[in-house]
């Protein structure tokens, strides 16, 4: 093991109550606070962990989006990723846009493994890890709880429906991780200073030579239906009263 | 006329019953005229079961040992064959349509439309993002295949009462082994299952521990309830995994859903939107689950519980 590739998205900080425009043009992203998507800090951690516990291996936090894009990579550098590579644009990128771009820095980095989040809490695709997988012809584990390494393999205990699964992958392979894989440091100052200091390359999407054009033209974006708001009740009786009287028990 | 290919989920014995919630959005496109694909090692059982679904025209099955387990490397590429012949894939926003259509999609070079809720026409839908914050109509281009999966929780079961015919299919799809099945650890299945489930009862981190959070298996027992739990009851192993509901667990749409000491993060009410009626028991009258829940008692659960549990079909 020699290279582990994360990738980092830019998205609208969880806490966030997001809003819809009253154009309908999309959410109202002016002045909403940006952050690492969760998902793909935990990716990053359990790549920090792993190379923690290696000898020599290289941690490279990659993403694809706007310039300010810097800030979430120098989060990524701050946790301890090695270097990183902000594929630079201003356009909406489609997950199978992200995938082969994706595949693109894999044709250069090598790495052994690639770490993504399983879902982009912006556009909720969970698309692009399979997708890279797909196209880079490599194994995918999914939904990941669990990440061993053992040589050229790696062991993978996923999240399903039903419970957990284990599969086991050839290197190099695509791991999509869920929430309860790890939980992510906290950066520490020094470490934000130390971050200033690592490389952090900047090259344009056209120059992967992958085009950004979207396959899905967004129409309009609303609020969701609201809930009428109900009733209190003041005890246990009047629930159960209240359950009776809409037929519920 | 549209050819839709839905990809049937199954555990080797039984369709699961997204599929037939998939048939119904299939339904909704204009002139769909619908096949099932089951692949497995034997699926002559969940394929008799895709055959009855009414609205099928016909069922295909892809026999091979290979497909004993639902790997999305080993069966996306045998999908991208059988694909050809069709307008629109739909698979299930389950876990097992989340990890294999992507791969599928990418496998015929086009995007995926993840967790269609509304057709508005052939190529046009409507799909939660922000964690149902918002809403976005999107349009697909019809010069291409539309791959999607479907938020199952949106949709009604498709009735049985067909009988559509079913096909073996052999298809001359070389496999990767690059990914191997190891095993699995799934809960007990004496209860109702989460996703299909009438009744709904979740505990949040409020329970305080494993042993407390048995409390509400009297209460779901009494209801033939299933049980789930918020993210910080499961991250405290207070329940398992798969117990949990919401943006990153499961999205439900029970009849009725009892929140007990859960605070209603969005992150939670996602996963709840579309339940007929939600009911709230917390100690906070502040909590945000009361502004959803159609009945709310603010009220301490240690106590709420047993009582509840207690007035419930006659004590
Ligand atoms: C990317 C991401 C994805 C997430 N996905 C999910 C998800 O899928 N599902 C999910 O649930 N969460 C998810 N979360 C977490 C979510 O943000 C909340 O942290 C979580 O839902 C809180 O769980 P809780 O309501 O049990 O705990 P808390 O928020 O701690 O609430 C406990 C509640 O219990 C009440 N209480 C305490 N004692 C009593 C008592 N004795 N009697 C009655 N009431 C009492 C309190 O008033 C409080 O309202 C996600 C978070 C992130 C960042
Ligand atoms: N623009 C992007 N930049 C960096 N990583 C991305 C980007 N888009 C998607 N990803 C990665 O892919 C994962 C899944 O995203 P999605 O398929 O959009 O839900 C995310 O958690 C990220 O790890």
Redesign the pocket.
């Known amino acids: 093991m020699q290279k582990i590739m994360?990738?980092?998205?830019?998205v609208v900080d969880y806490n966030v109550r997001i809003r819809v425009k009253p154009d309908g043009s999309g959410v109202i992203l002016d002045g909403v606070k940006m952050s690492v998507?969760p998902?793909?800090e935990i990716?990053l951690e359990e790549a920090l962990r792993i190379k923690e516990r290696g000898a020599n291996i290289e941690v490279v936090a990659?993403?694809?989006?706007v310039a300010d894009?810097q800030q979430q990579l120098r989060t990524a550098l701050a946790m301890g990723a090695d270097r990183a590579v902000l594929?630079q644009t201003d356009a909406a990128?489609e997950?199978l846009t992200?995938a082969k771009?994706?595949l693109a820095l894999a044709k250069k980095e090598n790495p052994d493994l690639i770490?993504?989040?399983?879902?982009?809490?912006?556009?909720?695709?969970?698309?692009?890890?399979?997708?890279?997988a797909a196209i880079w012809d490599r194994p995918q584990a999914t939904y990941a709880s669990k990440v061993e390494i053992a040589a050229d393999k790696a062991s993978i205990t996923r999240e399903v429906d039903a419970g957990l699964e284990t599969i086991e992958v050839d290197l190099p392979a695509v791991v999509?991780?869920d929430l309860r894989l790890n939980e992510p440091r906290y950066v520490k100052l020094p470490d934000i200073m130390k971050a200033k200091k690592k490389p952090l390359e900047v090259t344009a999407l056209e120059a992967l030579g992958v085009s950004a054009a979207a396959q899905l033209r967004s129409v309009k974006t609303e609020p969701p239906a609201q809930r009428q708001k109900g009733v209190m009740v003041k005890d246990v009786a009047e629930l159960v009263e209240a359950l009776k009287k809409k037929g519920l028990i | 006329m549209h050819k839709i290919l839905i990809v049937g989920e199954h555990d080797g014995k039984a369709l699961n019953p997204a599929t037939a919630k998939c048939v119904t959005c299939a339904k909704g496109i204009p002139d769909a005229e619908i096949t099932i694909a089951v692949l497995g090692a034997d699926t002559a059982g969940p394929a008799a079961q895709a055959a009855a679904l009414a609205g099928v025209k016909s069922v295909l099955r892809v026999d091979r040992p290979e497909n004993l387990h639902p790997l999305a490397a080993v069966f996306a590429p045998q999908l991208a064959a059988l694909a050809a012949d069709y307008s629109h894939v739909f698979g299930p926003s389950t876990s097992f349509g989340k990890d294999l259509m992507?791969r599928l999609a990418a496998l015929l070079d086009v995007g995926q439309v993840?967790d269609l809720m509304a057709i508005d026409g052939a190529y046009r839908f409507r799909r939660p993002i922000y964690a149902g914050n918002a809403i976005v109509t999107v349009e697909a281009d019809p010069s291409r295949k539309l791959i999607a999966t479907v938020r199952v929780a949106s949709f009604q079961a498709a009735p049985a009462g067909g009988s559509a015919a079913v096909e073996s299919k052999t298809l001359n799809v070389s496999l990767p082994t690059h990914t191997r099945y190891v095993g699995a650890k799934t809960g007990s299945t004496d209860r109702p299952d989460l996703q299909t489930a009438a009744r709904v009862i979740s505990g949040g981190r409020a329970l305080g521990s494993a042993e407390n959070f048995k409390m509400l298996f009297g209460l779901a027992d009494k209801l033939g309830a299933a049980v789930g739990a918020s993210r910080a009851a499961v991250d405290a192993g207070y329940a398992p995994n798969e117990m949990q509901v919401g943006q990153t667990g499961k999205i439900i749409s029970p009849e009725m859903y009892i929140a007990i000491g859960i605070s209603g993060a969005i992150q939670h009410l996602t996963g709840i939107k579309d339940a007929r009626t939600i009911v709230a028991i917390n100690k906070d009258g502040e909590a945000p689950i009361f502004e959803v829940a159609d009945v709310g008692l603010v009220a301490d659960l240690f106590q709420a519980v047993p009582e509840l549990t207690k007035l419930i079909g006659g004590g």
């Open positions: 994360v990738c980092i998205k830019r998507n998902f793909d990716a990659v993403s694809i989006g894009t594929v990128v997950p992200a771009v994706f770490f993504l989040g399983k879902q982009a809490i912006d556009d909720d695709a969970n698309q692009t890890g399979q997708m890279l999509t991780v | 992507p993840s």
